[in-house]
């Protein structure tokens, strides 16, 4: 059997994310194939062949997605209106950022308060509650999850586009 | 001159001073105080006639800003160092490129979150109904939906109460009549003094009622030299 086709059929049947431990397991650990390797190869086949879909490397792992140009129909089909608010990326990006924070920290940085925003993010699994924290009150503590990461398409945090320094955005408002 | 400016469309009270920043091209660590309360002032005028939900943290920056302009308007008291004073803005500066750090992220993460959106993996109608409450996977539920579940399953259904009626044991009659009793004996008495050690708490409350009555009744009077000390029980000797 070819390792190539083994991979495919397994990135089409998989639930989620895709995994070299998951590769690994269906293997019996006997000589599994290298993921990294294999996506590679079967991505460039895909392009070539002018195919509907390709591979996503996300979340430490991969997924098979449709080819983005195709998203117009599909959208239409699915009717999915999964926009986030203003209010709602900005506490994301807190927490990605800075996380894991409290809702006073987030706060007291927006300077607003956050509780439905929270909620709705928490619903949307694209946070999750880490536990509290040892400070007075003993606040919940949020983290980012997976989904976050899916969600926003990359493999993991330390992809997200970098903080800009303090120093640039004084420069940069200063100049204007 | 001025128009109308849309309260709904800024996240936040930081946001909106951000808004007038840019517009009049200020520097963030040199605000023109006194223009830009004035025109933030200007901006959340008709905040009571909007139902925003955090008109409280809008209300909030206002008294900040307004402290800043009272401050601004004292001399500077600087400690002998003349070039370190404490400038009332600077405060307000960091907090607002601090924010400014993460409302620019934001958009970056919003191009990347729209971008994704034209991503569809292939079992995406299975993810969106993974995501329906109505399809709990037990292995990943996280603590905040089993609270969340919990919750609802409260609310929808009526708490049923049960009322144990006991039959009242000791009354607060007979209470009455057993301190008048004691104190026919004595003329003080503390009130630890009314029940012995194996007394139960509805002992001590009946009891408790009792003396609230006498008081009311003008029977005896109740002194505490401090909070948490002994409680005297004194009788008024009726004229």
């Known amino acids: 059997m070819d390792d190539l086709r083994i991979i495919e059929a397994l990135l089409f049947s998989c639930e989620d994310i895709l995994t070299q431990k998951k590769v690994d397991l269906c293997f019996d650990n006997l000589k599994p194939p290298e993921l990294d390797k294999i996506v590679k190869i079967l991505n460039r086949e895909y392009e070539k062949s002018n195919r509907s879909f390709l591979i996503q490397k996300i979340s430490s792992g991969y997924r098979i997605v449709t080819h983005p140009i195709y998203s117009k129909w599909i959208k239409k089909m699915f009717r999915e209106s999964s926009s986030l608010s203003q209010p709602a990326l900005e506490t994301l990006a807190i927490i990605a950022y800075k996380g894991p924070v409290t809702r006073s920290d987030i706060e007291s940085i927006r300077g607003v308060g956050c509780v439905g925003v929270l909620k709705t993010l928490l619903e949307k699994k694209l946070i999750k509650i880490n536990g509290r924290s040892k400070d007075m009150g003993k606040p919940l503590i949020y983290g980012i999850t997976n989904e976050f990461l899916i969600a926003f398409g990359v493999d993991s945090i330390s992809d997200l586009p970098k903080l800009k320094e303090v120093n640039e955005i004084i420069n940069q408002t200063s100049t204007i | 001159m001025s128009h109308q ?47 925003l939900s955090n008109a409280g943290d809008f209300i909030y920056m206002a008294s900040s800003l307004m402290r800043i302009k009272a401050k601004m308007l004292l001399p500077l008291t600087n400690d002998n160092n003349e070039e370190e004073f404490d400038d009332p803005r600077i405060d307000l500066a960091n907090k607002l490129i601090e924010y400014q750090k993460f409302k620019n992220i934001s958009n970056d993460l919003k191009n990347m979150y729209t971008q994704q959106l034209n991503f569809f993996p292939f079992n995406f109608k299975y993810i969106q109904k993974e995501k329906d409450y109505n399809n709990f996977n037990l292995e990943k539920i996280s603590l905040f939906e089993f609270a969340s579940l919990f919750k609802t399953l409260i609310e929808k ?83």
Do not use: C, H
């Open chain 2, 157 to 239: 259904k009526p708490i049923q109460i049960n009322y144990d009626l006991k039959k009242e044991k000791i009354r607060v009659k007979e209470k009455i009549s057993f301190i008048l009793k004691q104190l026919f004996d004595l003329p003080k008495i503390f009130f630890s003094k009314l029940f012995n050690r194996k007394s139960q708490k509805d002992d001590i409350v009946v009891t408790f009622v009792a003396i609230l009555e006498l008081i009311q009744n003008k029977r005896i009077k109740v002194t505490q030299k401090s909070n948490f000390d002994e409680i005297l029980i004194e009788k008024i000797k009726i004229k």
């Open chain 2, 5 to 51: 400016i849309n309260l709904e469309s800024f996240s936040g009270p930081l946001d909106l001073l951000l808004f007038f920043i840019k517009r009049d091209e200020i520097d963030i660590m040199d605000i023109p105080i006194s223009k830009i309360t004035s025109d933030y002032l200007n901006a959340i005028k008709d905040l009571e006639q909007i139902n």
